[in-house]
Structure formats: structure tokens, C-alpha cells
């Protein structure tokens, strides 16, 4: 139950208890408002403590740190190729 729907029920509860003024044959309308009212206590004080316990600062964990490798690229190799200058009246090969 969240805290607004406690407070719907606290607000009903009040409204049967000490406004209505009407009779029902076997059932008494002011102890059901009361009956609301508390079970409307009881939602908004487990909401308070939900919300309290959820809230709290997590201390550090006892997990072993899973270690990632990192693998470098190697680098590419380049080739170089000199070509030996020919005087013009050489053949072609």
C-alpha cells in the first residue's frame, strides 16, 4: 500500500466515523470508519519505514574484482620498396 492510499483510507475512515450519520441494521458505520482509520495508520507507517530502509547509503561490497585484459592492436607493418634509379639509356627490364 503506498503512502497516498493511506492517507485516502485515513481521510474515508475520519469521514464514516464523524460525519455520516446514517444507521445500517447489524453493522455500525462509525467502528468501520475507525477499522480504516488504523488499518490507514498502519499502510503510511510500513510506506515511512519501506521508503526509510530503501533510502539507506549501501556500504562497500566483498566481491572480487573481475580484472579485464586489455589486448593492444599490433601496429601494421609496413613494407618499403626503393627503386633504384636508372640512367635513360639502360633497356627496360
Do not use: C, K
Not at 475507525?34 to 519505514?49: N, R
Amino acid at each position: 500500500m503506498t503512502i497516498a492510499g493511506s492517507i485516502i483510507l485515513i481521510m474515508l475512515g475520519a469521514i464514516l466515523t464523524w460525519a455520516v450519520e446514517f444507521d445500517l441494521a447489524g453493522l455500525d458505520i462509525n467502528v468501520v470508519g475507525v477499522i480504516l482509520m488504523l488499518g490507514g495508520l498502519i499502510g503510511l507507517a510500513f510506506g515511512i519505514y519501506r521508503i526509510r530502509v530503501t533510502r539507506r547509503a549501501v556500504g562497500p561490497i566483498d566481491e572480487p574484482v573481475q580484472r579485464h585484459e586489455v589486448y593492444e592492436t599490433p601496429e601494421a607493418r609496413r613494407t618499403t620498396v626503393y627503386e633504384e634509379r636508372r640512367p635513360y639509356n639502360e633497356p627496360p627490364l
